[in-house]
């Protein structure tokens, strides 16, 4: 799975996009919003507000009950507001 993050998550997190191996019990963005910041203090500060944070997987909006697999690309991003 490929993660991306963007606006201020990159930052706090520290990069800007990584592969990663979830658990095999992370098999939905809930499941992957819930383990992300057991990875540590950067993620647990830069996840920690989750109605502050978005995710897209494969580039649609996608909602906590939605599957994710191996091969996804999953972006995080704060609410994107427009004029």
């Known amino acids: 799975m490929k993660l991306l993050y963007f606006a201020w998550l990159r930052p706090r997190i520290g990069i800007g ?6 658990p095999a019990e992370v098999r939905t963005v809930a499941d992957l919003l819930e383990w992300l910041p057991t990875r540590g ?17 494969n580039q ?9 697999g191996a091969g996804d690309e999953v972006a ?5 507001t427009g004029g």
């Not at 995080?76 to 994107?80: Q, R």
């Open 60 to 68: 649609d909006y996608a909602k906590p009950a939605d599957p994710i």
């Open 76 to 80: 995080l991003f704060p609410p994107v």
């Open 41 to 57: 203090p950067r993620f647990a500060e830069a996840l920690a507000d989750r109605n502050a944070i978005r995710v897209a997987v």
């Open 17 to 22: 996009e990584e592969p990663v191996e979830p």
